[in-house]
């Protein structure tokens, strides 16, 4: 049996096409861990946390950060939903930091349950931006 050596994937966030053609390998974090996709992974849906996404095209690894969202995968395809989704070039690293500074400046603060998820939440979004920022320039 000859194994395929790449899959299709395809990454949609929810204000764009970020990615659509084939792909040789992917690494998404999951809600459980790290999740490494080859061509003919076994079928699976989980929930993606706000995190890094590596993805093999043509030899070659490329890097996003993405928000919160959903992976399907099937042995030939995977299709990923996310809130949104950037490669490093495109992280505004100004707007990034201030977020972070923001977020952190509010956990100080006394806060609902709710806003304080939600302010974590910020301040995770906005260190991944800036960690993955850090990847145009390796």
């Not at 000859?2 to 929810?14: G, N």
């Not at 690293?93 to 977020?99: H, S």
């Amino acid at each position: 049996m000859i194994m395929a050596k790449t899959f299709y994937l395809e990454i949609i966030a929810a204000n764009r096409v970020f990615f659509k053609g084939d792909c040789e390998h992917l690494v998404i974090t999951a809600i459980d861990g790290l999740l490494g996709i080859l061509p003919g992974h076994e079928p699976l849906v989980t929930s993606l946390p706000t995190g890094e996404l590596k993805y093999m095209v043509d030899g070659n690894w490329r890097h996003a950060a993405i928000s919160e969202g959903f992976i399907e995968v099937m042995p030939d395809r995977a299709v990923i939903l996310a809130d949104s989704c950037e490669l490093p070039e495109e992280i505004d690293i100004k707007r990034a930091e201030e977020a972070r500074q923001r977020a952190e400046e509010m956990l100080r603060q006394k806060q609902s349950i709710k806003e304080y998820y939600e302010t974590q939440a910020a301040l995770n979004r906005a260190i991944n931006r800036l960690k993955i920022s850090q990847k145009r320039f390796k």
